[in-house]
Protein backbone atom coordinates (compact mmCIF):
# COMPACT_ATOMS: atom_id res chain seq x y z
CA UNK A 1 0.00 0.00 0.00
CA UNK A 2 2.76 2.47 0.86
CA UNK A 3 4.04 2.21 -2.63
CA UNK A 4 0.53 3.27 -3.73
CA UNK A 5 0.31 6.30 -2.10
CA UNK A 6 -1.16 5.08 1.33
CA UNK A 7 -0.92 7.02 4.01
CA UNK A 8 -3.00 6.48 7.69
CA UNK A 9 -5.74 9.42 7.26
CA UNK A 10 -6.52 8.54 3.99
CA UNK A 11 -9.91 6.57 3.29
CA UNK A 12 -10.77 4.81 0.32
CA UNK A 13 -14.03 4.11 0.63
CA UNK A 14 -14.81 5.76 -2.44
CA UNK A 15 -14.68 2.80 -5.45
CA UNK A 16 -12.45 4.76 -7.87
CA UNK A 17 -10.12 6.48 -4.51
CA UNK A 18 -6.78 4.83 -6.07
CA UNK A 19 -6.88 6.95 -9.68
CA UNK A 20 -4.18 9.10 -9.56
CA UNK A 21 -4.80 13.09 -9.37
CA UNK A 22 -3.13 13.58 -12.59
CA UNK A 23 -5.21 10.75 -14.06
CA UNK A 24 -8.43 12.35 -12.90
CA UNK A 25 -7.74 15.90 -13.18
CA UNK A 26 -6.62 15.09 -16.92
CA UNK A 27 -10.09 13.06 -17.27
CA UNK A 28 -11.92 16.04 -15.59
CA UNK A 29 -10.63 18.71 -18.75
CA UNK A 30 -11.88 16.31 -20.85
CA UNK A 31 -15.21 16.18 -19.60
CA UNK A 32 -15.80 20.11 -19.41
CA UNK A 33 -14.22 20.43 -22.74
CA UNK A 34 -17.30 17.73 -24.47
CA UNK A 35 -19.61 19.06 -22.07
CA UNK A 36 -19.54 22.64 -22.02
CA UNK A 37 -18.88 26.04 -23.98
CA UNK A 38 -17.87 29.22 -24.67
CA UNK A 39 -14.92 30.81 -22.19
CA UNK A 40 -16.32 27.69 -19.57
CA UNK A 41 -13.86 25.14 -20.61
CA UNK A 42 -10.99 27.36 -20.59
CA UNK A 43 -12.02 28.02 -16.92
CA UNK A 44 -12.43 24.47 -15.95
CA UNK A 45 -8.79 23.89 -17.61
CA UNK A 46 -7.36 26.68 -15.28
CA UNK A 47 -9.00 25.36 -12.55
CA UNK A 48 -7.40 21.52 -12.47
CA UNK A 49 -4.38 23.61 -13.63
CA UNK A 50 -3.53 25.30 -10.71
CA UNK A 51 -4.65 22.56 -8.61
CA UNK A 52 -2.78 20.48 -10.65
CA UNK A 53 0.44 22.79 -10.07
CA UNK A 54 -0.35 23.06 -5.89
CA UNK A 55 -0.26 19.11 -5.82
CA UNK A 56 3.21 18.65 -7.78
CA UNK A 57 4.38 20.88 -5.02
CA UNK A 58 2.94 19.26 -2.33
CA UNK A 59 3.69 15.38 -3.38
CA UNK A 60 0.71 14.64 -4.09
CA UNK A 61 0.15 14.65 -8.12
CA UNK A 62 1.11 11.15 -8.91
CA UNK A 63 -0.30 9.92 -5.58
CA UNK A 64 -4.24 8.70 -5.08
CA UNK A 65 -7.06 11.03 -5.22
CA UNK A 66 -8.26 9.32 -2.23
CA UNK A 67 -5.42 11.39 -0.45
CA UNK A 68 -6.24 14.42 -1.18
CA UNK A 69 -7.85 15.70 2.68
CA UNK A 70 -9.90 18.85 4.07
CA UNK A 71 -6.34 20.15 5.42
CA UNK A 72 -5.21 20.07 1.30
CA UNK A 73 -8.40 22.11 0.64
CA UNK A 74 -7.14 24.61 3.50
CA UNK A 75 -3.65 24.68 2.63
CA UNK A 76 -4.51 24.81 -1.73
CA UNK A 77 -6.88 28.43 -0.50
CA UNK A 78 -4.31 29.29 1.39
CA UNK A 79 -1.58 28.50 -1.47
CA UNK A 80 -3.89 30.78 -4.02
CA UNK A 81 -4.79 33.71 -1.86
CA UNK A 82 -0.83 34.60 -0.34
CA UNK A 83 0.57 33.36 -3.98
CA UNK A 84 -1.56 35.36 -6.30
CA UNK A 85 -2.84 37.78 -3.74
CA UNK A 86 -6.32 37.23 -4.22
CA UNK A 87 -9.40 39.83 -3.47
CA UNK A 88 -11.88 38.11 -1.47
CA UNK A 89 -14.06 38.20 -4.75
CA UNK A 90 -11.25 36.45 -6.19
CA UNK A 91 -10.62 33.90 -4.27
CA UNK A 92 -14.25 32.94 -3.93
CA UNK A 93 -14.47 32.26 -7.40
CA UNK A 94 -11.33 30.22 -7.36
CA UNK A 95 -12.95 28.03 -4.25
CA UNK A 96 -16.19 27.64 -6.57
CA UNK A 97 -14.34 26.33 -9.93
CA UNK A 98 -12.46 24.03 -7.18
CA UNK A 99 -15.42 23.11 -4.96
CA UNK A 100 -17.25 22.28 -8.14
CA UNK A 101 -14.50 20.07 -9.62
CA UNK A 102 -14.47 18.33 -6.49
CA UNK A 103 -17.64 17.27 -6.64
CA UNK A 104 -17.59 16.62 -10.06
CA UNK A 105 -14.90 13.53 -8.74
CA UNK A 106 -17.40 12.85 -6.17
CA UNK A 107 -20.43 12.03 -8.41
CA UNK A 108 -18.08 9.90 -10.53
CA UNK A 109 -17.36 7.47 -7.55
CA UNK A 110 -13.46 9.06 -7.18
CA UNK A 111 -13.75 10.37 -3.71
CA UNK A 112 -16.67 9.80 -1.13
CA UNK A 113 -16.14 13.11 0.27
CA UNK A 114 -15.42 16.63 -1.04
CA UNK A 115 -12.52 17.82 0.98
CA UNK A 116 -13.70 21.68 -0.19
CA UNK A 117 -16.80 21.14 1.24
CA UNK A 118 -16.68 23.16 4.57
CA UNK A 119 -13.98 25.64 3.47
CA UNK A 120 -15.81 29.14 3.86
CA UNK A 121 -15.96 31.92 1.15
CA UNK A 122 -14.86 35.19 2.05
CA UNK A 123 -16.84 38.32 2.63
CA UNK A 124 -17.81 39.55 -0.28
CA UNK A 125 -16.89 43.29 -1.05
CA UNK A 126 -18.94 45.26 -3.39
CA UNK A 127 -16.96 46.76 -6.20
CA UNK A 128 -16.51 50.27 -6.66
CA UNK A 129 -17.25 51.26 -10.24
CA UNK A 130 -16.02 54.15 -12.08
CA UNK A 131 -18.27 56.01 -14.36
CA UNK A 132 -16.48 57.77 -17.14
CA UNK A 133 -17.77 61.44 -17.72
CA UNK A 134 -18.47 62.16 -20.64
CA UNK A 135 -15.07 64.31 -21.75
CA UNK A 136 -13.26 61.33 -20.74
CA UNK A 137 -15.21 58.74 -23.51
CA UNK A 138 -14.99 61.61 -25.83
CA UNK A 139 -11.33 61.87 -25.51
CA UNK A 140 -11.47 57.86 -25.64
CA UNK A 141 -13.17 57.90 -28.89
CA UNK A 142 -10.67 60.54 -30.29
CA UNK A 143 -7.79 58.53 -29.71
CA UNK A 144 -9.00 55.05 -31.14
CA UNK A 145 -9.59 57.23 -34.15
CA UNK A 146 -6.32 58.25 -34.44
CA UNK A 147 -4.29 55.30 -33.31
CA UNK A 148 -7.15 52.16 -33.81
CA UNK A 149 -10.07 53.29 -35.93
CA UNK A 150 -11.75 49.59 -35.70
CA UNK A 151 -12.02 50.26 -31.45
CA UNK A 152 -14.42 53.01 -31.86
CA UNK A 153 -17.12 50.91 -32.52
CA UNK A 154 -16.15 48.74 -29.84
CA UNK A 155 -16.11 51.80 -27.65
CA UNK A 156 -19.72 52.85 -29.08
CA UNK A 157 -21.57 49.29 -28.15
CA UNK A 158 -19.63 49.45 -24.70
CA UNK A 159 -20.54 53.18 -23.85
CA UNK A 160 -23.99 53.28 -24.95
CA UNK A 161 -25.54 49.37 -24.89
CA UNK A 162 -23.70 48.38 -22.24
CA UNK A 163 -22.15 45.19 -23.50
CA UNK A 164 -20.02 43.44 -21.66
CA UNK A 165 -17.19 43.57 -24.29
CA UNK A 166 -15.19 39.96 -23.28
CA UNK A 167 -18.14 37.76 -22.61
CA UNK A 168 -20.67 39.04 -25.01
CA UNK A 169 -19.81 41.90 -27.67
CA UNK A 170 -16.64 39.62 -29.15
CA UNK A 171 -20.00 36.68 -29.38
CA UNK A 172 -22.16 39.44 -31.38
CA UNK A 173 -23.38 38.26 -35.15
CA UNK A 174 -24.54 40.48 -37.42
CA UNK A 175 -28.02 38.82 -36.86
CA UNK A 176 -28.28 39.88 -33.44
CA UNK A 177 -28.39 43.36 -34.42
CA UNK A 178 -32.10 43.98 -34.08
CA UNK A 179 -31.91 47.99 -36.62
CA UNK A 180 -35.59 47.84 -36.51
CA UNK A 181 -36.62 47.48 -32.99
CA UNK A 182 -33.07 49.28 -31.81
CA UNK A 183 -32.11 46.44 -29.55
CA UNK A 184 -29.18 43.41 -29.59
CA UNK A 185 -30.30 40.03 -29.27
CA UNK A 186 -28.18 37.92 -27.02
CA UNK A 187 -30.84 34.82 -27.79
CA UNK A 188 -28.37 32.11 -26.51
CA UNK A 189 -28.08 31.76 -22.87
CA UNK A 190 -24.63 30.50 -23.44
CA UNK A 191 -23.29 33.72 -25.10
CA UNK A 192 -23.67 36.33 -21.74
CA UNK A 193 -22.14 36.37 -18.88
CA UNK A 194 -25.42 34.85 -17.05
CA UNK A 195 -26.25 32.55 -18.47
CA UNK A 196 -29.80 34.03 -19.75
CA UNK A 197 -30.74 35.82 -22.45
CA UNK A 198 -30.64 39.58 -23.02
CA UNK A 199 -31.71 42.47 -25.30
CA UNK A 200 -29.52 45.45 -24.54
CA UNK A 201 -31.32 49.02 -26.47
Given at each position: ???????????????????????????????????????????????????????????????????????????????????????????????????????????????????????RRLRKVTKVKQLLTLEERRQAIAWFQEHDPRMVLVCMFVFHTLVRPRAELRRLRVGWVDLENQVLHFNDGGDTKSGTSRHPA
Amino acid sequence: PSAMGWNPWSTYTAPRAMHRVREVLDEFVRYKERMTRNTSPANYRSAARRFGEFATLHGLIDGPLGNVTAHHAIKYMEWLMHGRDLRNNTYNVYLQFVKGMFFWMKDRGYISHNPFLNVRRLRKVTKVKQLLTLEERRQAIAWFQEHDPRMVLVCMFVFHTLVRPRAELRRLRVGWVDLENQVLHFNDGGDTKSGTSRHPA
